[in-house]
């Protein structure tokens, strides 16, 4: 008599080795698919390395953002085309507006455990109160750093408990946020890149040139609100074009149109001689 067996069976018949190495695996595999979903720069073949920096990452570019955003207006800076000695003799780190601000940026750090899942944090970096033609909040951008950091956890077996990882993950995301600020006004590239995106965003010409996302001319015409929905729209494009799911449609889109050029040149009426 021939006899079935199902998968579990199969899985259950194996040594426990290459059960445990299989399972080991799977879990690999989708807790990277979690964090590449949220931030698709991840690699494939990632560690929790790679997460971690990921998650470091993104609050840095958050306190970069939000110093463009408001810090370049609270923080008395000196006058434009300063160079790095004068920079230096104005000492705008040691003002105490710049203190404050840095602050109110790193009160938005909170690292804890996540609650959220692969659909949640997806959603809520494209919500539309999340990000602004400048770039994600702090508060959110601490929140998906949350998440990643619980996938890193979850990848990097034999670790201390999982307050105690985060707590220090945070210190340290909490001191490269607060040395990304002080380059901000001590670099005079980077304090001119900040003082530019502020200009154009607060005169409405950030997307310049680019068509608005209810139809009008952009650009200047464009609402802060549409060029956040832009934004969010063309982050999530780049998300999709990532996926597994967005390279199979690209390449079946790139398959049917060679072969409806085949059919077409095929059909063509040869030209006359």
Same mark, same amino acid.
């Given at each position: 008599m021939v006899q079935i067996f199902t998968l579990r069976e199969r899985l259950a018949a194996l040594p426990s080795t290459v059960r445990r190495r299989a399972e080991t695996s799977t879990l690999?595999?989708?807790?990277?698919? +979690? %964090?590449?979903?949220?931030? *698709? !720069?991840?690699?494939?073949?990632? +560690?929790?390395? $790679?997460? !971690?920096?990921?998650?470091?990452?993104?609050?840095?570019?958050?306190?970069? &953002?939000?110093?463009?955003?408001? @810090?370049?207006?609270?923080?008395?800076?000196?006058? !434009? =085309?300063t160079g790095r000695a004068e920079l230096r003799r104005a000492d705008v780190p040691g003002e %105490? /507006?710049? $203190?404050?601000?840095?602050? =109110?940026?790193?009160?938005?750090?909170?690292?804890?455990?996540?609650? #959220?899942?692969? =659909? &949640?944090?997806?959603?809520?970096? +494209?919500?539309?109160?999340?990000? &602004?033609?400048? @770039?994600?909040? *702090? !508060?959110?951008? /601490? +929140?998906?750093?949350?998440?990643?950091?619980?996938?890193?956890?979850? #990848?990097?077996?034999?670790?201390?408990?999982?307050?105690?990882?985060?707590? @220090?993950?945070?210190e340290r995301i909490r001191e490269e946020v607060r040395a990304a600020l002080v380059r901000q006004v001590r670099v005079p590239l980077e304090l001119k890149v900040a003082r530019e995106r502020h200009d154009q965003v607060v005169q409405g010409a950030a997307d310049e040139g680019v068509a608005a996302p209810t139809g009008g001319s952009g650009g200047a015409h464009a609402t802060a609100e549409e060029r956040a929905d832009l934004g969010r729209r063309a982050r999530s494009a780049f998300a999709f074009a990532q996926s597994e799911a967005g390279r199979a449609a690209f390449g079946a889109l790139r398959s049917g149109a060679e072969r409806a050029y085949e059919r077409y040149g095929s059909t063509r009426t040869p030209p006359r001689t």
């Open positions: 690999r595999a989708s807790v990277i698919a +979690d %964090a590449r979903a949220v931030a *698709p !720069e991840i690699p494939r073949d990632a +560690d929790a390395g $790679h997460l !971690e920096r990921a998650a470091r990452r993104l609050l840095r570019r958050a306190a970069q &953002d939000e110093f463009a955003r408001e @810090g370049v207006a609270r923080v008395p800076l000196p006058p !434009e =085309d %105490a /507006s710049f $203190h404050a601000f840095v602050e =109110d940026v790193l009160s938005a750090v909170d690292i804890a455990p996540s609650p #959220l899942e692969r =659909d &949640d944090a997806v959603a809520l970096r +494209d919500a539309r109160g999340s990000s &602004d033609a400048f @770039g994600l909040s *702090p !508060e959110v951008a /601490s +929140d998906l750093a949350s998440y990643l950091l619980c996938r890193a956890y979850a #990848l990097a077996q034999g670790r201390e408990e999982l307050e105690s990882y985060l707590e @220090g993950q945070a």
